[in-house]
């Protein structure tokens, strides 16, 4: 017959740590974090702004993270944030929302341990800023909506008051969408990327080292 035995509660046990040692450690997960959002892939930019929301909410906070409460992100979300516009709210808070996931995926142990906390995120079901990435999908245009366009646009070409930027803006517009070359290739086409020999009025392609010509050529696209 098993014996009965006294079961701790390990919750109450832990060793603090100084302010020292949370200042380094807090240090240490927050360069954790941005080698793993590199490691996922994410680009510089990316990281770059996640951290940068990061550090604005510790500021505001005064302590690190992993110590927010909901009744914190109330306050800041709430109070802080209230005017400021959708997308920097849901930004800082899908940035914040990732960070305790690390936390929690990395680092629960380590700072229940240290500070006797154990790692949950502030941001839930009641205080989740409204909105979605739904919503900033862009659908594509129909075909005849694309060819309403630029119907209405050639109009123009006939009555504008300045007709080289005015065709210009056209002719690279209709460029892009019917070759699917990108915004940054189509600013540095110039003259010499018109082929005249390739057809009546000239077929436009960028060069070899600012745009796949395959995709130019085999959209057989001309001016």
Known sequence: MAALAVVRDLRGHWAPASAEELERFETDVLSGFVLARASAGLADGTIRGDVGHLEQIRTWFGRPLWDMEPADADAYFGKVLRNSPSGTRLARSQALTTYFMFLELRHKVEIHRMTGRVVECPIDEMNRPRGAKDAQLRIPPTESEV???????????????KFAPTARNYTTAKLMSQVGLRVSEACKLDLADIKWNLGRFGNSMSAMARAPVARVRASGWCL
Not at 150 to 161: I, K, P, R, V
């Open 147 to 161: 060819g309403i366009l630029f119907t209405g646009w050639g109009g123009e070409l006939a009555t504008c008051l």
